[in-house]
């Protein structure tokens, strides 16, 4: 039996092999056109179930915009809130998919793949998940949002964005700053914009002739003049030392203020109330002073007579 099989494998000719093999590769052509007619349906209706879903996140995710901006949530947990909708419809969307083409195969193995892919990538990228994380933090911390006005690490500026990486600052020189989220979250940060009313400290120094009790007086009323303090509130001078010059002293009180500029501007509008105050009633602001007190130490004046000698 044996030799009977090698005979008609012997006997088949060149010519009748190619025949075989092209009429299995038609048959298979054939296969998979007749599958991919059969599945065209469910591929069409596949692709209109995604596009469905990709058009019902956008809507879904402004109106759960809407109900978390009626819950008076910041913009950042607004804004955060959305994506997530978003993304989390656009996924089932797409899983669904896959189940109409009838790929539930695939679709374990696509599972299977992006546990494992996902194991590599969050080792290899352990400060961008860090920052991701610190992200959704910061979001849902209300004690930094956008419109804020904030100081950190050296830095200051309004907060214009908060994502998943970074937070967005506009420097007072129109610039942007990129600062990573976790930078904020494992970092002291100083937000000017918590509160509506903020202390204003403005330092200055008299001669010492002046009379002490007269200046404090002065600077008090001046400042109860042009600033009106809230119940609560109040106005504080302290005489905080002997300067080279100058009698020094500080005085603090409470003003509107949301960010930075505005302290600048109530520290120019109490400096020029303070100096004209003071002009009025002739209390000197000196200047750095030095004097040169030799004592005993006097210079010793030598006279060096030349004879000139014809």
């Given at each position: 039996m044996l030799g009977m099989f090698f005979q008609d494998e012997i006997s088949a000719s060149p010519l009748e092999r190619a025949d075989e093999v092209k009429t299995e590769?038609?048959?298979?052509?054939?296969?998979?056109?007749?599958t991919a007619i059969?599945?065209?349906?469910?591929?069409?209706?596949?692709?209109?179930?995604?596009v469905l879903f990709i058009f019902s996140a956008k809507y879904i995710g402004s109106l759960v915009g809407k109900i978390v901006e009626k819950g008076k949530a910041s913009k950042s947990v607004q804004l955060i809130m959305i994506k997530v909708t978003k993304v989390t419809i656009i996924m089932v969307g797409f899983f669904v998919a896959l189940g109409i083409l009838n790929l539930n195969t695939v679709l374990t193995s696509v599972l299977g793949a992006a546990g494992v892919v996902g194991l590599a990538v969050g080792l290899a990228l352990q400060g961008t998940l860090n920052n991701t994380f610190s992200g959704v933090v910061l979001s849902f911390q209300p004690r930094i949002q956008i419109g804020d006005w904030i100081e950190t690490d050296n830095h200051a500026g309004r907060v214009i964005d908060i994502n998943l990486r970074n937070v967005v600052l506009q420097t007072p020189d129109q610039n942007m700053l990129i600062i990573?989220?976790?930078?904020?979250?494992?970092?002291?940060?100083?937000?000017?914009?918590?509160?509506?009313?903020?202390?204003?400290?403005?330092d200055c120094g008299i001669g010492y002739e002046s009379d002490l009790d007269l200046v404090q007086k002065i600077t008090e009323?001046?400042?109860?003049?042009?600033?009106?303090?809230?119940?609560?509130?109040?106005?504080?001078?302290?005489?905080?030392?002997?300067?080279?010059?100058?009698?020094?002293?500080?005085?603090?009180?409470?003003?509107?203020?949301?960010?930075?500029?505005?302290?600048?501007?109530?520290?120019?509008?109490?400096i020029l109330e303070i100096k004209r105050a003071f002009n009025e009633n002739d209390i000197n602001i000196p200047f750095p002073i030095r004097t040169l007190d030799f004592g005993k130490n006097k210079f010793r004046s030598d006279t060096i007579s030349i004879k000139q000698e014809s």
């Open positions: 590769l038609i048959d298979k052509i054939l296969g998979w056109v007749d059969l599945n065209l349906p469910n591929f069409i209706l596949a692709i209109i179930v995604f990573p989220n976790a930078n904020l979250v494992n970092q002291s940060f100083k937000n000017y914009s918590n509160t509506n009313r903020g202390r204003i400290i403005v009323n001046t400042i109860k003049k042009h600033f009106k303090q809230k119940n609560g509130e109040g106005i504080e001078f302290y005489y905080v030392g002997f300067g080279d010059s100058s009698i020094d002293f500080q005085v603090r009180f409470w003003a509107n203020v949301r960010d930075k500029k505005d302290v600048l501007v109530g520290q120019h509008k109490a």
